[in-house]
């Protein structure tokens, strides 16, 4: 009997010191994840964020983050549809939990098992205003933990309709509009209390996916994303089901939209998205940063001119060809070939009618534009220019022994040529049968070491441009020929101050060798026979050293000029984002090449003259175009041919 109270006793003490030491945990836990936190009273001297100003490398001013953007309007301003639709998509217990909702968190938490991944977020309104006024924007538990602690703080200091004020004027609706009032403008080029059911619906579903769904981004999907909000409205009878069939089939109107005043706003927009993604948007809106970066105000007023030029010009053509609904759209991208800076960036026609940004975002074919990198590769693994290959009709199969009879786009075919004329010519036989004895995955590995980062497929038809790419990826993997084989990954940021002129962020140059020195100034040649014997012939009235390559795509759906000057490299791809035809004829050298040159013909003033790099161990020599022998200075086909030393044509 004593020995089972003696054991009665120590398990009490026992439970006591297990009970003692759960609390101490949850005590240090908790002091742990809140010791840092910010002070939620600071809300109540809370004060305009210190505006954010985007600077050219030469000091010119391209934007003002926040300036005329966020507008706060009082909660009485808002429509009633505005805050019931944000409820019913974003929160459906706002008024009942207190912060946070522990049913939706539970439902998450399987998801997020289930999928291996953060996939549901199960974040209450106050919770996403928390972690916009104070946290980072990463998914993480431990910003969870805060996330929730910060959300019960709110709730126990603000009313819920203090609580949903201060959400509807700071959180971000996508294209630069932060807050509903902004948004409003943005949009529909009204004021917040003016918008109808259909509008509000389209506003209240934007913060789940603010880029995604912007209806100046993307139309479908934001239409498609405002009838699913017009729905859940329905179901929790706000509104009633004729309500929402006449919303529902209300047509997209985004009226007279505010216009942001910035100089290369496709430029802006893709640095904004990078700092957004480095340093959080809470410290890119509010903090008051001082951004420098790599854009040359007049080569991207250059650039602008000379795509608005070229695209006027092709529209013209396109009507005169009776091309149903021509809407043409172009891209510049301009790159500082030692460094990697992005000089110059246009994007699209108009950014504000349609901010896609071709130049980074679309993926298209390159057509003849890749044939380069197929013979670069061939240049590094021996294959001197004046190597032979045959031009003439040829047959292959593939695995399942389907036949694949590639044809010359003039259906003409030469016979025996030199890797020089046959790229200069954009002779689409010779690329084939250059890529089947190179090997598809060699080439395709090659490509990714020049810096094309979409996939590339490992097949013949590679050698023609079928696989999607970036303008961006293709006009850097061109800068690597006039660098000396380095290649830079390109960025648009140099440095990030603080409000106090503190550097606290600065870029990191990502270089590497991706070929030989030599193969690099062999390359750079071919591509300036391509100007000088081939398909880029328009570009010889430009008064110093250029090289490039036309591209052109199945149907004429996309055109392309690639090139570049010892210090300049700049890419132009010219298309209908319907991926519909430009018309006939419409190839690189006729509708991408004359923006390029356009654009060239204003770099000069920019840059020094400078010659191609030619290094100790090349040697220069007249060779015949079509024999690759050895050719006398007068001879009408002769051209100035660099080689390896030792592989020169000595006949």
Same mark, same amino acid.
């Given at each position: 009997?004593?020995?089972?109270?003696?054991?009665?006793?120590?398990?009490?003490?026992?439970?006591?010191?297990?009970?003692?030491?759960?609390?101490?945990?949850?005590?240090?836990?908790?002091?742990?994840?809140?010791?840092?936190?910010?002070?939620?009273?600071?809300?109540?001297?809370?004060?305009?964020?210190?505006?954010?100003?985007?600077?050219?490398?030469?000091?010119?001013?391209?934007?003002?983050?926040?300036?005329?953007?966020?507008?706060?309007?009082?909660?009485?301003?808002?429509?009633?549809?505005?805050?019931?639709?944000?409820?019913?998509?974003?929160?459906?217990?706002?008024?009942?939990?207190?912060?946070?909702?522990?049913?939706?968190?539970?439902?998450?938490?399987?998801?997020?098992?289930?999928?291996?991944?953060?996939?549901?977020?199960?974040?209450?309104?106050?919770?996403?205003?928390?972690?916009?006024?104070?946290?980072?924007?990463?998914?993480?538990?431990?910003?969870?933990?805060?996330?929730?602690?910060?959300?019960?703080?709110?709730?126990?200091?603000?009313?819920?309709?203090?609580?949903?004020?201060?959400?509807?004027?700071?959180?971000?609706?996508?294209?630069?509009?932060?807050?509903?009032?902004?948004?409003?403008?943005?949009?529909?080029?009204?004021?917040?209390?003016?918008?109808?059911?259909?509008?509000?619906?389209?506003?209240?579903?934007?913060?789940?996916?603010?880029?995604?769904?912007?209806?100046?981004?993307?139309?479908?999907?934001?239409?498609?994303?405002?009838?699913?909000?017009?729905?859940?409205? $329905? /179901?929790?009878?706000? !509104?009633? *089901?004729?309500?929402?069939? %006449?919303?529902? &089939? #209300?047509? +997209?109107?985004?009226?007279? $939209? /505010?216009?942001?005043? !910035?100089? *290369?706003?496709?430029?802006? %927009?893709?640095? &904004? #998205?990078? +700092?957004?993604?480095?340093?959080?948007?809470?410290?890119?809106?509010?903090?008051?940063?001082?951004?420098?970066?790599?854009?040359?105000?007049?080569?991207?007023?250059?650039?602008?001119?000379?795509?608005?030029?070229?695209?006027?010009?092709?529209?013209?053509?396109?009507?005169?060809?009776?091309?149903?609904?021509?809407?043409?759209?172009?891209?510049?991208?301009?790159?500082?070939?030692?460094?990697?800076?992005?000089?110059?960036?246009?994007?699209?026609?108009?950014?504000?009618?349609?901010?896609?940004?071709?130049?980074?975002?679309?993926?298209?074919?390159?057509?003849?534009?890749?044939?380069?990198?197929?013979?670069?590769?061939?240049?590094?693994?021996?294959?001197?220019?004046?190597?032979?290959?045959?031009?003439?009709?040829?047959?292959?199969?593939?695995?399942?022994?389907?036949?694949?009879?590639?044809?010359?786009?003039?259906?003409?075919?030469?016979?025996?040529?030199?890797?020089?004329?046959?790229?200069?010519?954009?002779?689409?036989?010779?690329?084939?049968?250059?890529?089947?004895?190179?090997?598809?995955?060699?080439?395709?590995?090659?490509?990714?070491?020049?810096?094309?980062?979409?996939?590339?497929?490992?097949?013949?038809?590679?050698?023609?441009?079928?696989?999607?790419?970036?303008?961006?990826?293709?006009?850097?993997?061109?800068?690597?020929?006039?660098?000396?084989?380095?290649?830079?990954?390109?960025?648009?940021?140099?440095?990030?101050?603080?409000?106090?002129?503190?550097?606290?962020?600065?870029?990191?140059?990502?270089?590497?060798?991706?070929?030989?020195?030599?193969?690099?100034?062999?390359?750079?040649?071919?591509?300036?026979?391509?100007?000088?014997?081939?398909?880029?012939?328009?570009?010889?009235?430009?008064?110093?050293?250029?090289?490039?390559?036309?591209?052109?795509?199945?149907?004429?759906?996309?055109?392309?000029?690639?090139?570049?000057?010892?210090?300049?490299?700049?890419?132009?791809?010219?298309?209908?984002?319907?991926?519909?035809?430009?018309?006939?004829?419409?190839?690189?050298?006729?509708?991408?090449?004359?923006?390029?040159?356009?654009?060239?013909?204003?770099?000069?003033?920019?840059?020094?003259?400078?010659?191609?790099?030619?290094?100790?161990?090349?040697?220069?020599?007249?060779?015949?175009?079509?024999?690759?022998?050895?050719?006398?200075?007068?001879?009408?086909?002769?051209?100035?041919?660099?080689?390896?030393?030792?592989?020169?044509?000595?006949?």
């Amino acid at each position: 009997m004593l020995k089972f109270r003696l054991n009665k006793k120590n398990a009490v003490i026992l439970l006591v010191l297990i009970a003692g030491t759960v609390s101490g945990i949850i005590a240090g836990a908790f002091l742990a994840f809140t010791h840092d936190l910010p002070q939620i009273r600071s809300l109540e001297s809370f004060t305009p964020s210190a505006v954010t100003r985007i600077y050219s490398a030469d000091k010119v001013l391209l934007a003002e983050l926040f300036v005329e953007k966020r507008k706060p309007v009082p909660l009485k301003l808002i429509p009633h549809y505005l805050k019931a639709a944000l409820i019913a998509t974003e929160d459906r217990s706002f008024y009942q939990h207190s912060g946070v909702d522990l049913k939706g968190i539970l439902r998450a938490i399987i998801r997020d098992i289930q999928a291996g991944e953060f996939v549901e977020g199960a974040s209450t309104i106050t919770q996403q205003l928390a972690k916009t006024l104070f946290l980072t924007p990463r998914k993480t538990i431990v910003r969870k933990i805060k996330e929730a602690i910060l959300a019960f703080q709110l709730e126990r200091r603000y009313t819920k309709d203090e609580i949903l004020e201060l959400y509807l004027n700071q959180v971000y609706y996508g294209s630069s509009a932060y807050g509903v009032e902004s948004a409003a403008g943005i949009f529909f080029g009204k004021a917040v209390q003016d918008l109808d059911l259909a509008e509000c619906a389209l506003i209240a579903g934007m913060p789940k996916a603010p880029s995604l769904y912007s209806p100046l981004v993307n139309e479908e999907l934001s239409v498609k994303r405002r009838n699913t909000v017009l729905k859940q409205m $329905k /179901d929790t009878g706000i !509104i009633t *089901a004729a309500a929402y069939l %006449e919303a529902s &089939k #209300e047509p +997209l109107n985004t009226g007279k $939209k /505010d216009k942001i005043s !910035i100089k *290369a706003p496709y430029f802006v %927009e893709y640095v &904004k #998205e990078l +700092l957004e993604e480095t340093l959080g948007s809470s410290l890119l809106y509010k903090g008051g940063l001082t951004v420098f970066t790599t854009l040359d105000i007049e080569l991207q007023k250059a650039a602008e001119r000379s795509v608005s030029k070229g695209l006027l010009a092709l529209e013209t053509r396109m009507q005169q060809n009776k091309i149903i609904d021509p809407d043409p759209q172009a891209a510049l991208v301009s790159l500082d070939v030692h460094t990697g800076g992005i000089l110059a960036m246009v994007g699209g026609k108009d950014f504000f009618t349609s901010p896609f940004n071709r130049a980074v975002a679309a993926r298209r074919q390159p057509g003849s534009a890749f044939k380069s990198i197929v013979y670069a590769h061939a240049i590094e693994r021996g294959f001197p220019q004046n190597t032979i290959i045959l031009d003439a009709p040829v047959a292959f199969k593939d695995f399942d022994k389907k036949e694949w009879q590639p044809q010359n786009f003039s259906k003409s075919y030469q016979g025996e040529m030199t890797l020089r004329m046959a790229l200069s010519m954009s002779k689409n036989i010779p690329a084939v049968r250059l890529i089947e004895m190179l090997g598809p995955n060699s080439v395709a590995r090659f490509g990714y070491d020049l810096g094309i980062e979409s996939n590339l497929a490992p097949n013949l038809s590679l050698a023609l441009g079928t696989s999607e790419v970036t303008l961006l990826d293709l006009t850097a993997a061109y800068a690597v020929f006039p660098n000396r084989g380095s290649r830079i990954k390109p960025f648009g940021v140099m440095e990030v101050l603080d409000r106090k002129g503190r550097i606290i962020w600065r870029v990191k140059p990502q270089k590497k060798v991706a070929m030989s020195r030599a193969g690099a100034a062999i390359m750079t040649n071919m591509l300036e026979g391509v100007i000088q014997e081939g398909t880029g012939k328009k570009a010889r009235g430009i008064k110093r050293p250029v090289a490039g390559k036309t591209g052109t795509t199945n149907n004429y759906k996309d055109a392309l000029f690639i090139g570049f000057s010892p210090s300049i490299a700049a890419g132009v791809w010219v298309g209908q984002d319907v991926f519909s035809t430009l018309g006939e004829w419409e190839t690189g050298a006729k509708a991408a090449l004359p923006i390029w040159i356009e654009f060239m013909q204003n770099a000069p003033a920019k840059t020094p003259f400078q010659y191609f790099d030619i290094p100790d161990n090349v040697v220069k020599v007249r060779m015949n175009l079509l024999t690759g022998r050895l050719a006398p200075d007068d001879s009408p086909d002769a051209v100035s041919a660099l080689f390896k030393q030792g592989t020169e044509p000595r006949r």
